[in-house]
């Protein structure tokens, strides 16, 4: 990062474990903005070959997720958007991060996956109500 006025991003491709998904991930300074989106399935590829994406409706910002990558209910919430492909912001928010005492004072508690949508104005805790909420405001009927 510099210190110019001019934000640089810096873009890396990743894949997953699922040879049907691949991330798009780009550092800024307010933390890792994720962009998931499905590949184009190889012909013959099994219909099994990872979590299916799900269709959703596109949030005009960014959600923001505050996690950490050892924790596996952060994992499903990310799973989550993932599979919705909903762009989020990442801010990783470790024991003895830096970023810690900014979260703790945003939150009003230390506990993660914390998940805040600028959309709706909404903002929760607990995996299980992130993925609930996901489903209902961005989530396609099939």
């Known amino acids: 990062m510099t210190s110019s006025s001019t934000a640089h991003h810096r873009v890396t491709p990743r894949r ?4 049907t998904h691949c991330l798009r991930i780009v550092r800024s300074g307010l ?3 994720v962009c998931c989106w499905a590949a184009t399935r190889r012909r013959g ?4 070959s990872g979590r299916a994406v799900r269709p959703s409706w596109a949030p005009e910002k960014p959600l923001e997720l505050w996690s950490f990558e050892a924790c596996p209910f952060c994992r499903l919430a990310r799973e989550a958007l993932c599979e919705l492909e909903i762009r ?3 801010h990783n928010v470790a024991k003895g991060s ?3 005492d900014a979260f703790v004072a945003r939150s009003g508690k230390g506990t993660v996956p914390y998940l805040a949508d600028p959309n709706t104005g909404r903002e929760m ?4 109500d992130i993925v609930r909420y996901l489903n209902a405001a ?3 009927l099939a």
């Open 45 to 48: 590829a099994s219909a099994r």
């Open 125 to 128: 805790f607990e995996t299980a």
């Open 88 to 90: 989020y912001v990442l």
């Open 98 to 100: 830096p970023r810690r």
């Open 138 to 140: 961005y989530g396609k």
């Open 31 to 33: 933390g890792l903005e």
């Open 16 to 19: 997953t474990s699922s040879p």
